[in-house]
């Protein structure tokens, strides 16, 4: 939530095993296992764009992943990317590229270039699962993302850890020096809620605000404050 408005929707991978729903976490891990990062980035990238872009409320912004380590160079990821766009006939502004784990990527050369072609393209940046650790600003720093967002990790019962608020309150710093909106993935309780807007955190996500649904839901109003986020 951003000054009480919904800010964007974030598209989910799920997946079934028979009657087992499986989360995206899941998913990933048996791409992974199964040497199919590419495949799979493709496909659910192909699925939130398709899916997503048409069920997109006016004015929001539609959020979908992009994994580095399943683009061999620039062009692999715009080809994956971009025709799907165009097909739908979508306005770029409002798609916004999530660069998973930025931090773990060692090709910073490939990674800057990789943003700078998508960004050229028309979409927002942001970097997903900041740590809060000495990458984090450097990722920052080299990206310039629209978005930076705050690994679950550090949300998950934040208010009773003074040393994660400090690690937080440094990125949120990082973050707006460079103009960059600061998401808190995770948000499950009132406290880690309160926690984050303290920290001068922008935005928030998780549970406390909504589970996940096929369709784009409305936002409580009773969760919005003036104030927050």
Known sequence: LANGRAFGREALMRGKLGTVELRGAELLAAAEAHDAIFSFDYRARTAALEVGLPLLPEGEILFVNLDPRASLDVESSLRTTWPVVGRLGADPSRICLEIIKPERCPDRDLLEDMVAAHRKRGALIALD????GPESPACLELLRPDVAKIDTALTAGI???????????????????????????????????????????????????????????????????????
């Open 159 to 229: 208010q009773h850890s003074p040393a994660r608020r400090a690690l937080v309150k440094a990125l949120v710093d990082c973050a707006h020096e460079i103009a960059a909106k600061v998401v808190a993935e995770g948000v499950e309780r009132v406290d880690e809620f309160r926690a984050m807007a303290d920290l001068d955190v922008d935005l928030g996500q998780g549970f406390y605000f909504g589970q996940p649904t096929e369709r784009p839901m409305a936002v409580d109003t009773r969760l919005v404050r003036p104030t927050a986020f």
């Open 129 to 132: 699962d900041l740590s809060g």
